[in-house]
């Protein structure tokens, strides 16, 4: 070979690692020439704290390091401690040993020292749901295809290994694999022998795998005439498949059910409620699990029931989900979990907490938030949903009876676009997402300040400013989408940019925006009084009194609770539709902004991360641009007010907008060359 052709090569060679595709996500350490000095203790054969040795051994820049195991308790509290710089990480569970690698691992990236610390987890289980389809669409997925599912094929079990390692270092210890609205043939032998696979190249990763099932499995792939879960053979069937599934994956999580929701099958198909239908497929669980050995610490086995109901012909699409569940409070196994979304109708930019919550007494509830953006940008848009996961928590701790879940679930935004979520700056909420699941107490703040560090750079001119930025990006969002509490007034379909319009004949009710604002000539909102659809009565006393009065009700939620005319004084004296309008402005001006910040970020970002996630905060911009004027001009018909004086002029004409329209299915992002 010629010089010139290897040098060549090597330049080459050089340049493709150094390429910058955002795909090592926050974990960006250089690996040691000569591994770190690393022991166990009390551990005999563990593929868990295996991985955690060898991450120390190639990334860990300190002193000795001793991952000891003791003790007795179940959950993954770790502990660590710092003697002259040897350190000892202590915890009585192999998966507590691995997170206080990645803890030490953290420190190190983010330039702290090693002090003593112990570090508890606020719920014990930590679960990611993907709506990833057996033909490798994703369901409101933004980036690119399913990592687990390939029409005709298997995964690429390497990238599902980084997968694992990315999720155990933020605290991730489950994984729902396939998509709420489930296909029968993921439980077919087939697919379970593809999830096994799965399963296995996890397990070292402290992750259990979970799948969501179709409630009329039996019949479509089982023959059975019925899917009836209180018929004899339905519930033998489940039996056996359970019984399948354990003998291919010992530590078998459990089943996630959306049933008798947006047209999915379920047992009220068959004049039985949800919990007939929870409770056979959580005793199938169970006797699957018992007949086969697992270890020692393999928790049992759950069924995570979505609580995601409400039918057309309710009169408050918000209350349907109390009104179906609190009849049967107290009559779930104890291996049923619900699941609820954190507010009452759909991962809105802004809801109140679902009144579910404060509601359950005898049955235990898990949050269900969307890490994935279906309703804040997609991809695109920079939207930090810890500080609305921190809104959620922060109203459990002050008003319901328990603090605290066992199990928090979010939706993920994972494909297999090279950088994992689409683009870089959404990566933060998987990242925040794991750090909230495993403390609910910790700031969005702190998530910022480590996620930014780990992720791009230390330098301080760089992180001050994208921690603002990230930690108003949400707020910015609520107000040039949604504010002052209106909600559901997208696209229909897929769901991407406004269009409170929407009007398609043949539509269900619940779905038109037109039902939730309720603009007319004499004002906006959805009166949820007790002049209206009295849906503030699902709420505890002390919160009932609040959203129930006008004058008293969060003017971030005003909209959520009562119709109000456009001349409302406003808490700052202004009308509502002037306190709408400035919203709205002020919404803009904070995108714009951002895609102002970013561009003085140049200096401290590689290139390729820089242009690239450039591109979606000036498109972010537009979008504000968008929302703002088509709610405006739209709402403007009803309210006959000018726009104040100090608003700026629209950039777009309603008529135009409401013309538009984005040829987009539910399971792709949107193309920026066919947005307005
Ligand atoms: O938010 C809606 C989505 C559906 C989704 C559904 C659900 C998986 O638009 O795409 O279906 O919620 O949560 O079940």
């Known amino acids: 070979m010629n010089k010139l052709y290897l040098t060549l090569l090597l330049l080459l060679g050089v340049s493709l690692t150094k390429a910058e595709d955002g795909h090592s996500l926050w974990l960006r350490m250089s690996k040691n020439d000569v591994p770190a000095n690393v022991r166990t ?52 569970t192999e998966n507590g040993l691995l997170y206080g690698a990645y803890t030490l691992l953290r420190l190190q990236q983010t330039g702290e020292t090693v002090k003593t610390m112990s570090d508890s987890p606020t719920s014990s289980l930590r679960i990611l749901n993907h709506w990833d389809n057996p033909n490798g669409t994703v369901e409101r997925g933004f980036s690119g295809k399913s990592i687990f599912w390939k029409e005709g094929g298997m995964a690429d079990l390497e990238i599902v290994k980084e997968y694992g390692r990315v999720c155990a270092s933020v605290g991730i210890n489950a994984t729902v694999l396939n998509n709420v609205n489930a296909k029968p043939l993921m439980l077919d032998a087939k697919k379970l022998t593809e999830t096994k696979r799965i399963a296995d190249v996890l397990r070292p990763y402290g992750i259990r795998v979970f799948l969501s099932i179709n409630f009329a499995t039996p019949k479509v792939i089982g023959g059975l005439e019925t899917a009836d879960p209180l018929d004899k053979k339905v519930v033998e069937w489940w039996n056996k498949k359970c019984a399948e599934i354990y003998k291919k994956i010992p530590d078998f999580g459990g089943f996630l059910v ?71 409070d107290g009559q779930f196994r104890d291996n049923v979990i619900i699941q609820v979304k954190n507010g009452p109708i759909d991962f809105q930019p802004r809801e109140p907490v679902s009144p579910l919550f404060f509601s359950l007494e005898k049955t235990p509830v898990m949050p269900e938030f969307q890490i994935t953006q279906e309703y804040t940008g997609e991809s695109i848009h920079t939207c930090f949903l810890a500080s609305m996961w921190k809104e959620f928590f922060d109203t459990i701790k002050g008003y319901a009876r328990v603090k605290k879940y066992d199990a928090v679930a979010g939706v993920a935004n994972v494909g297999d676009m090279r950088n994992w979520c689409g683009s870089d700056m959404t990566q933060v909420n998987w990242y925040a997402f794991g750090r909230m699941a495993w403390n609910d107490a910790i700031t969005p703040q702190q998530i910022a300040d480590e996620w930014l560090k780990m992720t791009y750079t230390t330098d301080k001119a760089f992180v001050e400013p994208m921690t603002d930025v990230l930690m108003e990006s949400r707020e910015a969002v609520v107000r040039y989408m949604m504010p002052l509490g209106l909600h559901h007034i997208f696209a229909g379909g897929h769901h991407y940019g406004p269009e409170p319009w929407c009007d398609p004949k043949g539509w269900r009710e619940d779905w038109k925006p037109k039902y939730y604002h309720k ?63 400035h919203t709205y402005d002020h919404g803009v001006r904070q995108a714009e902004a951002f895609a102002r910040i970013w561009n003085q970020m140049k200096p401290y970002v590689d290139a390729e991360r820089y242009e690239a996630q450039k591109l979606n905060f000036d498109r972010q911009a537009k979008d504000a641009w968008w929302w703002r004027d088509a709610c405006l001009l739209y709402f403007q018909q009803f309210s006959g007010m000018k726009l104040p004086l100090d608003c700026p002029v629209p950039k777009y004409k309603c008529e135009d907008l409401q013309k538009y329209n984005l040829p987009i299915d539910n399971y792709t992002r949107a193309p920026f060359e066919k947005l307005p």
């Open 41 to 92: 203790q009390g551990v005999k054969k563990s593929v868990v704290v295996t991985t955690a040795t060898n991450e120390l051994k190639q990334y860990w820049k300190g002193g000795q390091v001793i991952l000891s195991l003791t003790g007795k308790s179940t959950d993954d509290t770790y502990s660590i401690g710092n003697d002259n710089g040897v350190i000892t990480v202590t915890s009585s």
């Open 519 to 581: 603009a007319d000539k004499m004002g906006i909102g959805f009166d949820r009084t007790m002049n209206g659809s009295q849906n503030v009565r699902q709420y505890p006393d002390a919160l009932f009194n609040i959203y129930n009065k006008v004058d008293e009700c969060p003017e971030q939620l005003l909209l959520w609770f009562h119709h109000v005319p456009w001349t409302h004084k406003m808490h700052n004296g202004e009308t509502l539709w002037e306190a709408l309008c």
């Open 258 to 328: 959306k049933a008798n929701s947006e047209g999915e099958p379920g047992p009220m198909d068959y004049g039985r409620n949800h919990a007939d239908g929870a409770n056979m497929l959580a005793d199938a669980l169970n006797k699957g699990f018992e007949a086969v050995k697992h270890a020692a610490n393999t928790p049992k086995p759950i069924v995570m029931w979505r609580a995601f109901v409400y039918s057309p012909k309710g009169m408050d699409r918000a209350s349907q989900a109390y009104d179906e569940f609190m009849p049967l």
